[in-house]
């Protein structure tokens, strides 16, 4: 991998911790990608809020399935999720649809306890 894709890579994931932490996840950050210390398995990028996902960030005009199988072998435990983004476009998200469907469900139950609470203080 050359010096420029490299500093690409960097950049992407940086303005990918950017983006989560303006959307109320304060702790987003860059992962550490050396051998020594995260290992080459490491998330590109953690963020305690959503501990349970590992983060594969590309930033690259073309999506590639291999980019999943790597996630998902590197993820161990987590749930992978590839951030993707093209050039002028928005991040995009890729997960396992069962992993999708679970969060959809847990947020129409919180939206339901929420609206008995609300119904309850009234």
Known sequence: ???????????????????????????????????????????????????????EVKRCEVFLRSFYEQAARDAGLKEPVIAWKRNGAAWMAYMAMGHYLGLRQKISRLETELKEARQKNE
Do not use: I
């Not at 050359?2 to 987003?28: I, N, P, Q, T, V």
């Open 1 to 55: 991998m050359s010096k420029m894709s490299r500093e690409k890579g960097k950049r992407g994931e940086r303005e990918f911790a950017e983006m989560l932490r303006e959307h109320g996840f304060a702790s987003a950050r860059r992962g550490v990608q050396t051998a020594c210390r995260g290992g080459l398995t490491a998330p590109d990028v953690v963020c305690e809020e959503l501990e349970d996902t590992h983060f």
